[in-house]
């Protein structure tokens, strides 16, 4: 246990803290944009804090052990970044997936000696996941019901305090909003309960896309919400109430239409000149909305959001545009919106 715990310390020294880089908004607003670039992790992603966490529970609770077999439930970037940390402790690893996850993906994965087993319905991969958990005499190590208990929300370099420290010489150093989207749910529990914790005025806004139930269960405080398909939008979004999922910390919850989303993305190509993820997409056209409400009431300060990996692993879905039109997505209006929003502050 303290090799496996040393292993993973190690290498999270070797790690430098991810850079916040700031979005260019026409100075006249009076408004900062910062965005949290997790994709310079080793894995690509933000989930390599979740995975590096969750590994850390699992074995100083005893759960994994020398030769356990680690199972995991997830779409995609849980399982790269899990993957990783397997290897490096010499563990095998076996995602479980929805059969519709990238191809890009899953080359991740098995480039990190993971394995991936995929499934039909995006709700059968938790009952599979103990299935084979079971099967194979190994560790289910369920991101979903453990991402919140996991991070230590009060500190120890989680994205909370590492966002917080770097805005200390900003203009505006308590941002207005932190956007976030939910997958597990891990990610706005922490920051919820830092910004509670440090007694700051940030308020924490939570995007979710089309097909998740995580905004109208938090609307009409339904926990027990159950949708009917998965989220075309990789790594947030979720079919049903995640257990790490806490709404009391949210001060607002925002619906974003899928091929807005995409739209964010294809336009933050032209004005940053790379690629980024569905899910940023979604926290931008978030954070454009935030800001220009700021702006019609006269406010000024910063917004801080997450570019939370690359659009590289993105090519043959949100990049192409047979993909787009395949799933009857409409780009254009979003487009103009955009435009729009970039030119005059003004959102509709």
Not at 7 to 25: K, Q, V
Not at 77 to 88: C, D, G, K, L, P
Not at 239 to 245: A, D, G, I, L, T
Request: aromatic letters at 8%; charged letters at 20%; hydrophobic letters at 40%.
């Amino acid at each position: 246990m303290c090799s496996a715990v040393g292993i993973i310390e190690a290498d999270a020294n070797r790690s430098a803290d991810t850079h916040l880089l700031p979005f260019p908004l026409p100075p006249s607003w009076g408004v900062d944009l910062y965005l949290k670039d997790e994709s310079t992790h080793p894995t690509g992603s933000l989930k390599h804090r979740l995975a590096r966490s969750l590994f850390l529970y699992a074995i100083c609770n005893g759960w994994v052990v020398e030769g356990t077999p680690v199972i995991e439930a997830s779409s995609g970037s849980t399982a790269v970044s899990e993957a990783y940390f397997a290897r490096m402790l010499g563990l095998p690893f076996i995602a479980v997936m929805p059969r519709s996850t990238s191809k890009e993906k899953v080359a991740l994965i098995e480039r990190q000696g993971g394995r991936c087993h995929f499934v039909d319905s995006p709700g059968a991969i938790y009952d599979e996941s103990r299935r084979l958990a079971t099967e194979l005499g190994g560790h289910f190590m369920d991101q979903f019901t453990h991402a919140e208990r996991a991070t230590d929300w009060r500190g120890n370099n989680n994205i909370a305090e590492s966002v917080f420290q770097q805005m200390a010489l900003e203009p505006h150093p308590e941002p207005e909003w932190v956007v976030v989207g939910a997958g597990t749910g891990g990610t706005s529990a922490t920051i919820g309960r830092y910004v509670h914790y440090r007694r700051l005025r940030t308020k924490l806004a939570v995007v979710d896309p089309e097909h998740s139930v995580f905004f109208d269960a938090w609307r009409d405080n339904d926990p027990d919400l159950v949708g009917t398909r998965g989220s075309r939008i990789e790594g947030i979004g979720r079919p049903r109430v995640e257990p790490s999922f806490v709404g009391q910390v949210i001060d607002r919850m925002i619906k974003v239409p899928d091929a807005a989303s995409i739209a964010v993305v294809r336009h933050v190509e032209e004005v940053l000149g790379r690629r980024v993820g569905g899910s940023t997409g979604t926290n931008l056209w978030g954070a454009f909305q935030l800001i220009a409400q700021m702006l019609a009431d006269g406010r000024k300060g910063s917004v801080v959001t997450l570019l939370c990996d690359g659009g590289e692993r993105y090519a043959n879905t949100y990049y192409d545009d047979e993909w787009v039109a395949g799933q009857g997505m409409d780009l254009a209006p979003h487009l103009e919106t955009l435009v729009r929003f970039r030119s005059t502050g003004t959102w509709s």
